[in-house]
């Protein structure tokens, strides 16, 4: 099993719909939980942290789950401009693949 | 307001060359980490600083070399170019692990 495991995709979602991605981790002593979006050819771009009780930040929710060992990024209301490649990070430098996301007219 | 600097943007190597890649942060930060980042492989981390004076091997270290030279600069270095090595480098720092990182704009290295 991978450290840090995602769902490549590509997500193509209509615009309005909401989509949701996950995250699983191996190391049940990770702290700390991040999300990250990267637009093609750009660098990563911090999105949000993801807190134990969960975090919003208008259309986009972050939570974890401990016991299973995941976070998942909520996306309501998607917009074209959401377009992008999502990673998820732990507080141990490790990043997943990350998952495409198409938002489609 | 220029965050993390990295230079060269792009770069073409040929087998067995050497090069530096250069990467300044004027945020204060500790910890400065240097990524490759490989279709379908995601980021791996190459080397970390925690603070300066200090650096440590991440994930795929063979075949790199770096130097934290002061607070604001930390140099990635190739000693010896192969193509495995063609990738797209990302210098990144933050002020601690558990706050997340700011990114370079990252080189795109070809080694042919």
């Known amino acids: 099993r991978k450290e840090v495991e995602q769902d490549p995709g590509p997500f193509n979602v209509p615009e309005g719909a909401t989509v949701a991605f996950n995250c699983t981790y191996s190391n049940s002593a990770s702290q700390s939980f991040f999300w990250y979006r990267q637009d093609c050819r750009k660098e990563p771009k911090l999105l949000m942290s993801?807190?134990?009780s969960g975090n919003e930040d208008g259309r986009f929710t972050a939570q974890l789950n401990r016991a299973s060992q995941y976070i998942s990024l909520l996306i309501r209301d998607s917009k074209l401009s959401d377009s992008a490649t999502y990673l998820c990070a732990l507080n141990d430098m490790r990043f997943g693949a990350g998952t495409r996301l198409t938002v489609k007219p | 307001n220029a965050g993390v600097t990295q230079t060269p943007k792009f770069q073409v190597l040929k087998t067995g060359q050497s090069m530096t890649l250069q990467c300044a942060q004027d945020?204060?930060?500790?910890?400065m980490y240097w990524y490759r980042q490989d279709p379908g492989m995601g980021l791996r981390l190459i080397y970390y600083?925690?603070?300066?004076?200090?650096?440590d091997k991440g994930e795929v270290p063979n075949g790199y070399n770096v130097s934290r030279l002061n607070k604001r600069e930390f140099s990635l270095r190739l000693e010896s170019a192969a193509p495995s090595q063609t990738s797209v480098y990302f210098c990144?720092?933050?002020?601690?692990?558990?706050?997340?990182?700011?990114f370079g704009s990252g080189t795109r290295l070809t080694v042919v």
């Open positions: 945020m204060n930060h500790n910890s």
């Open positions: 990144a720092s933050s002020e601690r692990r558990e706050v997340g990182y700011t």
């Open positions: 600083s925690a603070s300066e004076g200090t650096t």
């Open positions: 993801v807190y134990s």
